[in-house]
């Protein structure tokens, strides 16, 4: 059982930064892709970014591209999500979600493990 945990979120205004992270509990960490999802309430699960299991390959939602960066250190085996200019219309729950192979992907059906969500609020 693989327990992802994460930290980060909170209360910020718009045009500011927030850093979310996610720790893996489990070693295999390194040899699977990670990615990040945000939901609001009655909403379905938005895909945010992606980034592979070596790091050498990342996606990104259109609405984020350009403002958030992915990225990960297999060391710590932790994932990151920098979120730069953010807007209120990024308020949401975010989650992170461990895949099922190496690669990124978009489809949440491609993940099997979830961390706990923690929220992101942009005031105006």
């Known amino acids: 059982q693989v327990q992802l945990v994460q930290s980060g979120g909170g209360l910020v205004q718009a045009g500011g930064s927030l850093r979310l992270s996610c720790a893996a509990s489990?070693?295999?960490?390194?040899?699977?892709?990670m990615g990040w999802f945000r939901q609001a309430p009655g909403k379905k699960r938005e895909f945010v970014a992606a980034?592979?299991?070596?790091?050498?390959?990342?996606d990104y939602a259109d609405s984020v591209k350009g403002r958030f960066t992915i990225s990960r250190d297999n060391a710590e085996n932790t994932v990151y999500l920098q979120m730069n200019s953010l807007q209120p219309e990024d308020t949401d729950v975010y989650y992170c979600?461990?895949?099922?192979?190496?690669?990124?992907?978009?489809?949440?059906?491609?993940?099997?493990?979830w961390g706990q969500g923690t929220q992101v609020t942009v005031s105006s």
């Open positions: 979600a461990k895949t099922r192979t190496p690669i990124a992907t978009r489809e949440a059906y491609g993940y099997d493990y």
């Open positions: 489990d070693r295999t960490f390194s040899s699977f892709g």
């Open positions: 980034i592979n299991w070596s790091g050498s390959n990342t």
